[in-house]
């Protein structure tokens, strides 16, 4: 086993693709993902997980039915299991998203904006 630390910005530089989660760590049963995100995604829900956004860099909002909350680099959000929320980036953001292995990106939502599971940046 080699022990060695990611690193984010490196991770991200490998793909260009928006709203396509790359795994890039497994904590227990969690995945530890990048992102890169711009424009906005579907309204959805996870019904059985909560979510960590955390930006890495760029300004990312939180749509949620009863306000938004703004993230920018070096801050997080859980979205609350069973909470609708649609996230929305004018200009590109990088995220690192923290959430149970399996989890859809579009949760209930699916679409056209479901991402196929990538754990290529292990």
Same mark, same amino acid.
């Given at each position: 086993m080699a022990h060695?630390?990611?690193?984010?910005?490196d991770k991200l530089s490998r793909f260009s693709q928006y709203w396509s989660p790359k795994v890039v760590a497994r904590l227990?049963?969690?995945?530890?993902k990048v992102v890169k995100v711009r424009g906005e995604f =579907?309204? *959805?829900?996870?019904?059985?997980?909560d979510e960590l956004f955390l930006v890495v860099s760029g300004e990312l909002t939180i749509q949620l039915r009863d306000g938004n909350v703004v993230l920018r680099p070096g801050q997080l959000f859980v979205v609350?299991?069973? =909470?609708? *929320?649609c996230p929305v980036a004018d200009g590109e953001v990088h995220a690192l998203l923290i959430e149970p292995a399996g989890v859809v990106n579009t949760g209930d939502a699916g679409?056209?904006?479901t991402a196929a599971y990538d754990a290529s940046l292990l």
């Open positions: 060695e630390a990611v690193d984010i910005a227990n049963d969690y995945e530890i =579907v309204w *959805h829900t996870h019904e059985d997980t609350p299991r069973g =909470v609708e *929320h679409g056209a904006l």
